[in-house]
């Protein structure tokens, strides 16, 4: 996806929405992508506890707030809370938010997908999806 936001904020986000949709493959690709493109193992590990972590910038926790409400529709009732777009809209450009948004709902179909074929993790080579993003 071509996008001004970082690759670890597209990462982080993917890697959130795949732990909450319990795929494994997902997991996996996204955990070693962040590991490959440079991000401490703390931050990786940390990703599942976010708001309960210090390693997070304010735009990235509210990415990932965003990933967990986009991703968990029927908890909330309502899609994603007013709060959760204030902080969005606070850190995120327009042409951001929407790459946010399609990310968000790409992942969680993928997910689905992955899940639905028992498509295991743990063979995942890093820059498996370069080709396809360029």
Request: glycine letters at 6%; aromatic letters at 6%; one cysteine or more.
């Amino acid at each position: 996806m071509q996008s001004s936001l970082p690759k670890a904020t597209l990462e982080l986000v993917e890697l959130r929405a795949s732990q909450l949709n319990g795929c494994g493959y997902c997991v996996d690709a996204h955990t070693k992508e962040l590991a490959a493109a440079g991000e401490p193992a703390v931050r990786i590990n940390l990703v599942a506890a976010w708001r309960e972590a210090t390693v997070f910038t304010e735009a990235e926790q509210a990415a990932l707030a965003l990933a967990e409400e986009g991703t968990r529709l029927a908890d909330a009732h309502q899609g994603v809370s007013d709060e959760t777009w204030a902080q969005v809209r606070k850190h995120y450009d327009d042409d951001q938010i929407a790459a946010l948004v399609y990310l968000v709902a790409m992942i969680n179909a993928a997910n689905r997908l992955l899940v639905i074929t028992r498509t295991k993790g743990g063979s995942y080579e890093p820059g498996t999806f370069d080709s396809m993003a360029s």
